[in-house]
């Protein structure tokens, strides 16, 4: 997803697949959810009902499903019964969890039917749209769908998901995957399914229900394309967000295969700018119309292919899903308008980057957050991780690098992944040792900030640079500098690095980094004789 301020600056019968990316300790591998709920116009309860199929990894006496428990505030969600093949189970609710007493062998699998009702708290969203009409919106991430859906709430837990969702007639219900039917009911109330059957982490596991005007923008490669924005914005909300298809071409065609079964872009009240949910992106309200709705898109639109359908194995790799949907924007850009597009937006995002690391200098493979994720939807995530994604396909090249991205997409898709998965990809693809790289610029903190001094001798027709690495911890990098047009690379390791060039005349023009490829922050004084 983009936070809202990166906007305004410049993802029955059930197919099942093993993820294999469990959280460690994990009792049960979710394999699918089937969610009943009914909304309302009269008030914000959501009567609930769910269907929970688990394999068990251990054998048990217990599990856990995660569900916000109704607090004094009067919010939050009480669970009124828990069944398996319509026997009563015993169970105790806590502030977040349903404490289930099931007895259950290695292996097995197990169907459990929990109802319960409340208000959310969080999770789905139960408000009005600017236009003064009531909507509701989930909006998960990360780790917020267990305020209204009895889930395992953790990206590791992919399972492939039905909503029911019975609803006054005059709403439209939007969800991830196909609509399967949509049934009228006596006294104006309707009941829509959708079905998606590939497996999809919660955080982007959503409804929306609004009154929208719906429009099938055409068909990228069999994968229909929808419109669903609010009925005062129709024009230019269908004209807006028609470069979806645009988007998804390139992306299918760089990457590889669309993994789901349609994509909606939706107009919606998330809280971010825009959020991936699979196969049905929110976007802010206000996006219709808004400048940067090309660039907001393709960075949604790529979270389809990672974060959603190649997922994190915890939000330690969050980079995987924010760094890649962020250099993917700027590679679909660069491939529109050209490479000064490019190199002017990797200029902005490494700004970003050296103004962040002051407040907040800690790995982009950040392991020292385990409870408030929001706060790593920060330049680390994002421009961090997009500019380290640039330097990898400038040190493999085109090919290679390409190469092992779709390598990577290929075996991940469905499943989980951390860095170390994406590394051995690369690896294979490019046939280089990719450890150093990897540790320097993802596990550890920082980046390179170089003094360079430079002085011309008119007589010998030289120019003598040296370079030092100003920060405690050493980093290994290729640097290009550009001297009378000619552009050397010299490799930085040690703590000053001295070098001399032939040039053809005194005071020949000299830029650093000429080509926007290192991550790092310039300081460049000229040495007078």
């Given amino acids: 997803m983009l936070k809202r301020i990166f906007i305004f600056l410049p993802g029955l019968f059930v197919v099942c697949f093993s993820a294999n990316a469990q959280s460690p300790g994990a009792i049960i591998d979710v394999q699918h959810y089937t969610f009943s709920i009914q909304l309302t116009d009269a008030d914000n309860v959501i009567n609930g009902q769910a269907d929970v199929s688990v394999k068990f990894l251990k054998k048990a006496q217990s599990f856990k499903i995660d569900l916000v428990k109704k607090n004094s505030s009067g919010k939050g969600m009480l669970v009124g019964m828990v069944t398996e093949d319509k026997q009563e189970l015993k169970f105790k609710q806590d502030s977040d969890a349903i404490n289930i007493n099931a007895t259950a062998e290695v292996g097995s699998e197990h169907t459990y039917h929990i109802v319960y009702q409340g208000v959310p708290v969080d999770g789905l969203i139960i408000s009005t749209n600017k236009f003064g009409h009531r909507t509701f919106f989930g909006d998960n991430w990360p780790n917020r769908a267990h305020n209204w859906l009895p889930c395992v709430d953790e990206p590791a837990d992919k399972a492939t998901v039905d909503f029911i969702i019975t609803t006054p007639d005059h709403y439209q219900v939007i969800a991830n995957g196909s609509m399967v039917s949509e049934t009228p009911l006596p006294d104006n109330q309707k009941i829509t399914h959708w079905k998606e059957t590939a497996p999809l982490p919660t955080k982007v596991m959503v409804i929306g229900v609004a009154d929208f005007a719906v429009d099938h923008t055409g068909d990228v490669k069999n994968i229909p394309v929808y419109t669903y924005v609010f009925p005062e914005n129709k024009d230019v909300g269908f004209n ?290």
């Fill in 240 to 529: 807006s967000y028609a470069v979806a298809k645009e988007i998804l071409a390139y992306y299918i065609d760089k990457v590889g295969p669309y993994a789901y079964e349609k994509l909606a872009n939706v107009q919606s009240k998330t809280i971010f700018g825009g959020m991936e949910n699979a196969s049905c992106i929110f976007y802010f309200e206000n996006s219709v119309g808004d400048k940067g709705i090309e660039e907001l898109m393709a960075h949604e639109i790529a979270h389809q292919w990672f974060g959603d359908a190649a997922s994190e194995k915890n939000f330690s790799h969050l980079w995987l899903s924010e760094g890649f949907a962020t250099y993917m924007t700027n590679v679909y850009l660069e491939h529109k308008y050209g490479i000064d597009t490019l190199k002017k937006r990797e200029i902005t995002d490494r700004k970003t980057v050296l103004d962040f690391e002051k407040s907040r200098k800690t790995a982009v493979v950040d392991t020292t957050v385990h409870a408030n994720y929001m706060v790593l939807l920060n330049a680390n995530s994002y421009q961090k991780g997009g500019w380290i994604l640039h330097m990898l396909r400038r040190k493999l090249g085109d090919t290679a690098y390409w190469k092992g991205i779709r390598s990577y997409y290929a075996k991940y898709e469905n499943g989980n992944a951390n860095t170390n998965d994406l590394r051995t990809e690369l690896e294979k693809a490019s046939g280089q040792n990719l450890e150093q790289f990897f540790k320097q610029w993802l596990y550890s903190p920082g980046t390179p900030h170089l003094n360079i001094t430079y002085l011309y001798n008119k007589v010998k027709n030289t120019v003598d640079l040296t370079i030092t690495q100003k920060q405690a911890a050493l980093f290994n990098f290729p640097l290009e500098i550009s001297v009378g047009g000619e552009v050397h690379t010299v490799t930085i390791k040690d703590k000053a690095t001295h070098v001399q060039f032939a040039v053809k005349q005194a005071s020949a023009p000299l830029v650093i980094d000429p080509n926007v490829n290192l991550l790092a922050d310039f300081e460049v004084k000229e040495q007078i004789q």
